[in-house]
Antibody
Framework: EVQLVESGGGLVQPGGSLRLSCAAS????????MSWVRQAPGKGLEWVAS????????NYVDSMEGRFTISRDNAKNLLYLQMNSLRAEDTAVYYC?????????WGQGTLVTVSS | DVVMTQSPLSLPVTLGQPASISCRSS???????????LNWFQQRPGQSPRRLIY???NRDSGVPDRFSGSGSGTDFTLKISRVEAEDVGVYYC?????????FGQGTKVEIK
């Protein structure tokens, strides 16, 4: 069974940093592009970033490039999102998702709240 | 970015009746490999999104056959043949043909 379990969310002050993790199981992690998608409270879905199977290619939504960094550890089946210079508008549930174009499995999400 | 426009945004439905959601894209969703990357997701209250349909009309494993997807190019539809109580939630279309992937605004399905 495919499982994606996010962790690392919490309350952070504006300008602060946070690193999210996603533990993958039930499939060969190194065979898939992986992605982060977020959802602000009561709002719709917004893509954040995606990373190629071997980490050699990374794509970001323009508004997050330069502040967010996606990475992965295929030996540990872990996906990461390093978030710096956080703003109030980054408050959201962050989901880990398998693949990009067909995005078939999603985790339960981890809540990030940016507030003073 | 490709803009995805859903309608309606709110859809009250009587149990057992059909429902239909439209999704239009600002550009063609046909990718260079010939596939059309239009997916549909269901988000029940308090849950994460779950994919129902991929590449326009392919139903995911475990998805009831009352759900169907159709369309081509820039115009797509999700249909529920007979709405059940468990279908309550928000439905999103999503395009994966161009970076970045983008979603429609969501259609809230509720029972009348």
């Amino acid at each position: 069974e495919v499982q994606l379990v996010e962790s690392g969310g919490g309350l952070v002050q504006p300008g602060g940093s946070l690193r999210l993790s996603c533990a993958a199981s039930g499939f060969t992690f190194s065979n898939y592009w992986m992605s982060w998608v977020r959802q602000a409270p009561g709002k719709g879905l917004e893509w954040v970033a995606s990373i190629k199977q071997d980490g050699s290619d990374k794509n970001y939504v323009d508004s997050m490039e330069g502040r967010f960094t996606i990475s992965r550890d295929n030996a540990k089946n872990l996906l990461y999102l390093q978030m710096n210079s956080l703003r109030a508008e980054d408050t959201a549930v962050y989901y880990c998702a398998r693949a990009v174009r067909i995005s078939d499995y999603w985790g339960q999400g981890t809540l990030v709240t940016v507030s003073s | 970015d490709v803009v995805m426009t859903q309608s309606p945004l709110s859809l009250p439905v009587t149990l057992g009746q059909p429902a239909s959601i439209s999704c239009r894209s600002s550009q063609s969703l046909v990718y260079s490999d010939g596939n059309t990357y239009l997916n549909w997701f269901q988000q029940r209250p308090g849950q994460s999104p779950r994919r129902l349909i991929y590449k326009v009309s392919n139903r995911d494993s475990g998805v009831p056959d009352r759900f169907s997807g159709s369309g081509s190019g820039t115009d797509f539809t999700l249909k529920i043949s007979r709405v059940e109580a468990e279908d309550v939630g928000v439905y999103y279309c999503m395009q994966g043909a161009q970076w970045p992937p983008t979603f429609g605004q969501g259609t809230k399905v509720e029972i009348k």
